[in-house]
């Protein structure tokens, strides 16, 4: 297997292109024609898990925190970034990071937080926006399922938890062809109509290559006409955070201790308790304090997630539990959602997590 073959497997589960801005998701060190010996799977990279990958025979390190984050001007050993990237390159390892675009997906991080949790009626908490399109073609009335078929196999018409979405209507197009065109109908140099389907589908912008190639791949004209139209609407199915409920109501103090025992965890920060029953949770793994005012439009009773700030507890203001569990215990079940990923593909490939805790913080 190669470097590009096993991250080809996390890329079509979380598309880069579903990263945020700052982001520097991908393959940060290495060669993606190498041969892959082993993956180790961590959430952080260090220098004890680049021993770790040695020692293991693993040449690909899968994690979930960019090691590259910030732009690099020198590789001299002065932090521990720069000795971790000299490091793999003298022991030939790639490293490889699936960050918030596997966060922005909905069986990704914040999916499997939920999992651990419970929670049943999901809904994502913050719907990336500008982030679909609609193309609308024109298509001979015989040819129009092939077309459409085609445009649904490259991923378009996804609404929600449907897909093969489309509308289609029929009318008249017309046009002329020129000396040197090759028209599939109608004659040169003479007008002519022919009865068409308007063709409509969504796709995620990322998509558009694919699509429209799809559609000139399938459509008969020589020319096929369509536009690509940019939509405000949310893309539901896809972004930060998640909402759902619990089986059945908790008091506040019972879904800590749920919390704790979940994620191993030896102390919560949290506001104080509002004598609420909790079945609407709110999470978003990693730091998500930004979050908290859609946990509230969504009335959950509690959200979870780490680095709130001692002034951001203050914004609950009794009407919501904040429950800062930290950020490394928060996303710490992510390396089981790359296992899976791969595993799922290529069973019998080595696949290891990483036994180093890599959390930095420690609580005495």
């Given at each position: ?12 589960f979380?598309p880069l292109?579903l990263?945020e801005s ?8 290495g060669?993606k024609s190498?041969d892959?010996?082993?993956?180790l799977?961590?959430?952080?990279v260090?220098?004890a898990v680049?021993?770790e990958?040695?020692?293991k025979n ?6 979930h925190?960019?090691?590259i984050?910030?732009?690099l001007?020198k ?5 521990f ?14 490293i490889?990071?699936?960050h918030t675009?596997?966060?922005?997906v ?9 999992d651990?949790i419970g ?5 994502i908490?913050?719907?990336?926006s500008?982030t679909l ?7 001979p009335y015989q040819?129009r399922?092939k ?6 196999n490259?991923g ?5 938890e449907y897909?093969?979405?489309?509308f289609?209507?029929s009318?008249?197009?017309t046009?002329r062809?020129?000396?040197?065109a ?6 040169k ?8 389907m ?5 796709l995620?912008t990322y ?7 799809a ?12 536009d ?10 896809v972004?930060?955070?998640?909402v759902g409920e619990l089986?059945r ?9 749920h919390l704790k025992?979940?994620?191993?965890l030896s102390v919560?920060r949290h506001?104080?308790?509002t004598?609420?029953k909790v ?5 978003c ?6 979050f908290?005012?859609d ?8 959200y979870?997630?780490?680095?709130f700030k001692?002034?951001e507890f ?5 009407r919501?539990?904040i429950?800062?569990i930290?950020h490394y215990e ?10 899976e990923?791969i595993t799922?593909?290529?069973?019998n ?16």
């Amino acid at each position: 297997m190669k470097v590009s073959e096993i991250t080809s497997l996390l890329e079509e589960f979380a598309p880069l292109a579903l990263q945020e801005s700052y982001d520097n998701a991908g393959l940060l060190v290495g060669d993606k024609s190498m041969d892959v010996s082993g993956v180790l799977i961590t959430l952080d990279v260090t220098e004890a898990v680049i021993d770790e990958a040695i020692q293991k025979n693993c040449n690909l390190i899968i994690s979930h925190h960019p090691l590259i984050f910030r732009g690099l001007k020198k590789i001299v050993g002065q932090d521990f970034i720069q000795r971790c990237v000299i490091k793999a390159i003298k022991n030939d390892i790639a490293i490889y990071a699936s960050h918030t675009n596997i966060d922005n997906v909905k069986n990704g991080v914040n999916g499997k937080i939920a999992d651990k949790i419970g929670l049943t009626n999901r809904q994502i908490l913050k719907p990336k926006s500008d982030t679909l399109l609609k193309l609308v073609t024109f298509v001979p009335y015989q040819h129009r399922e092939k077309v459409q078929q085609a445009l649904f196999n490259a991923g378009a018409g996804h609404i929600g938890e449907y897909d093969s979405c489309s509308f289609y209507a029929s009318g008249t197009g017309t046009f002329r062809a020129g000396t040197f065109a090759n028209p599939f109908v109608g004659e040169k140099n003479v007008l002519h109509s022919e009865e068409e389907m308007r063709l409509e589908v969504i796709l995620p912008t990322y998509l558009q290559h694919k699509v429209v190639s799809a559609l000139q791949e399938t459509h008969p004209y020589e020319e096929p006409a369509f536009d690509i139209i940019p939509l405000l609407n949310t893309w539901n199915t896809v972004g930060l955070g998640m909402v759902g409920e619990l089986n059945r109501e908790m008091s506040e103090r019972e879904f800590l201790d749920h919390l704790k025992k979940e994620f191993s965890l030896s102390v919560i920060r949290h506001t104080a308790f509002t004598n609420r029953k909790v079945k609407k949770v709110a999470l978003c793994g990693g730091s998500g304090s930004e979050f908290l005012r859609d946990a509230l439009a969504y009335k959950a009773d509690v959200y979870i997630s780490g680095d709130f700030k001692y002034h951001e507890f203050f914004d609950a203001e009794e009407r919501i539990l904040i429950a800062d569990i930290g950020h490394y215990e928060s996303e710490q079940f992510t390396k089981d959602v790359f296992y899976e990923i791969i595993t799922k593909k290529i069973p019998n490939f080595a696949i290891r997590i990483s036994e180093v805790n890599t959390n930095p913080i420690n609580y005495y």
